[in-house]
């Protein structure tokens, strides 16, 4: 039996070597160098091309490489029958709140206007906002919300958490599906990790953003699926949003012609607020891959129908 790397446009040769390093034992391939597609059981994929599963008959389990399962759930020609899990690790988490912290900080601070009052020589300063000003809302408290919430208390933010269900956070107000525009309504900072569902495609809409409260900002580090991206230039010019940071997109890498490259309220990052470490991951593989071949409980078993 094998346990196959799958993976668009990115290097799965460091993830080989880090599973192989766990357990030499364990035969690891890596897309399209399959020997024979019947030994393949087990499966980690990144944004896969489409219909590549269709070639596995045994394939009973495919991995995420990262938190977020959407690419695995959009693909229609993935039987019912195999089971999606994900991959969760204190460095996905940490590096996710740094990025966070980093955003908020730099708006806090009004960062970006003095980037671009570098590229002119222009000596000006700007009264920072007062963190009591700002309170950041962070819609999606999973396991990477909840850290999140956490350091930006500890950073001395009033912090809000919205979810689908009741979640209790120390020092967090937190809202349910019901209470989102209440929970709006009090948010400046806009911060979205939701995992992407149907519920939530698109909910980052010109609507959601005139129910902020004033000034408004939005950080996404979820999908690009989330934004309706011609509702955020409209926010932005007309000044609804003060500046969005982004580091996710529907198209990805981001075309040269995007409208979004020439706009100064608006911060690009290529997709790196939280990036899977090969020798982190690999015994969370290489234990999920071992209780399939052993009959037992696999982790992070993603629900198919709740989309994470």
């Not at 966070?100 to 009004?110: A, K």
């Not at 350091?151 to 809000?160: A, F, T």
């Not at 911060?267 to 071992?290: F, M, Q, R």
Request: glycine share 4%; hydrophobic share 40%.
């Amino acid at each position: 039996m094998s346990l196959l790397l799958v993976a668009h446009h990115r290097d799965m040769n460091p993830f080989k070597k880090a599973i192989e390093d766990v357990d030499p034992n364990i035969d690891v391939e890596i897309w399209p160098a399959v020997r024979d597609p019947k030994n393949v059981q087990f499966a980690v994929s990144w944004r896969h091309p489409k219909n590549v599963f269709a070639n596995y008959p045994n394939l009973q389990v495919i991995s995420s490489l990262g938190a977020g399962v959407d690419h695995l759930l959009d693909d229609p020609d993935i039987p019912d029958h195999i089971t999606f899990t994900r991959v969760v690790s204190p460095s996905l988490t940490e590096q996710m709140s740094e990025y966070i912290l980093t955003s908020v900080l730099n708006i806090q601070r009004r960062t970006q206007l003095y980037f671009e009052q570098q590229q002119k020589a222009n000596w000006e300063t700007h009264r920072a906002y007062e963190k009591e000003d700002l309170t950041v809302g962070v819609m999606g408290i999973g396991e990477l919300g909840r850290n999140v919430c956490s350091v930006l208390y500890k950073n001395g933010y009033r912090v809000l958490g919205w979810s689908r269900s009741k979640k209790n956070i120390n020092g967090v107000d937190t809202y349910t599906k019901n209470e989102l525009d209440d929970f709006l309504s009090k948010t400046n900072i806009l911060v979205c990790l939701l995992p992407l569902t149907d519920d939530t495609s698109g909910i980052l809409d010109l609507d959601l953003f005139k129910k902020l409260a004033q000034p408004a900002f939005l950080i996404n580090a979820a999908r690009g699926e989330h934004l309706v991206e011609e509702d955020l230039i409209y926010s932005l010019d007309t000044d609804v949003i003060k500046h969005a940071t982004l580091d996710v997109f529907t198209d990805e890498p981001l075309p040269d012609s995007h409208p979004f490259w020439n706009r100064k309220k608006i911060t690009i990052t290529p997709h790196v607020a939280s990036i899977t470490k090969a020798n982190e991951v690999a015994e969370l593989l290489v234990e999920n891959y071992k209780s399939l071949m052993s009959g037992q409980p696999l982790r992070y078993v993603v629900d198919r129908k709740q989309g994470y």
